[in-house]
C-alpha cells in the first residue's frame, strides 16, 4: 500500500478561477407603462426562452390589473410575491389574441415582481406593460 502522501507528489497545483454569477436585478417599474424589448441577453428561463423581471410596490388592499401586449411574441405575464409564491399567472387575455391580462387583490403589502415571458420559451421582441391600480366604486 502506497501512504497517500507520495500519491500527490509530482501532481501540479491546479487552481480554480471561482466564476460570479450575474446579479439578478429586476427592473423597478416606476410608472403605469413601460415599453421594453424582451432579449437574448435576459434571464434564461431553462427551456431555451428567456424572461424580464419587473419590481413594484404594491400595498395590501390594492386591486391591480397587468396588461401585457406584443405583436412579436405570445405573452405569459407571472405576478410573483414578496415570498416567492406565484400569485397569478395569464397567458392569453379574453379578447382572444396572444396578449395577457391579469387581475389580483393584493393581501399582503410589499416588492412584488412582474415576470414578462413568452409563451413555452419562444420568441422575443417588443412589448408594452401597462400596471393600473383599480379605484373602488364610492356607494
Known amino acids: 500500500m502506497i501512504p ?12 480554480a ?7 439578478y436585478n429586476p427592473i423597478e417599474l416606476t410608472g403605469s407603462e413601460v ?4 432579449t437574448d441577453q435576459d434571464i434564461p428561463t431553462g427551456f431555451g426562452g428567456f424572461y424580464r423581471d ?9 386591486q ?10 405570445d405573452t405569459i405575464i407571472t405576478l410573483i410575491a414578496p ?25 399582503q403589502g410589499g416588492q412584488y415582481i412582474i415576470r414578462v415571458s413568452p409563451y413555452a420559451g419562444q420568441g422575443l421582441g417588443a412589448f408594452t406593460l401597462r400596471v393600473s391600480r383599480l379605484q373602488p366604486i364610492d356607494d
Do not use: C, K, W
Open 4 to 15: 497517500a502522501t507520495l500519491l500527490a507528489v509530482g501532481v501540479p497545483h491546479l487552481s
Open 17 to 23: 478561477n471561482a466564476q460570479t454569477p450575474p446579479l
Open 35 to 38: 415599453s421594453d424589448s424582451l
Open 54 to 62: 419587473y419590481v413594484v410596490t404594491f400595498e395590501a388592499g390594492d
Open 64 to 73: 391591480v390589473v397587468m396588461d401585457l401586449t406584443s405583436e412579436e411574441f
Open 83 to 107: 415570498d416567492g409564491s406565484t400569485v397569478g399567472e395569464n397567458d392569453d387575455g379574453p379578447d382572444g389574441t396572444t396578449n395577457s391580462l391579469l387581475f389580483a387583490r393584493i393581501t
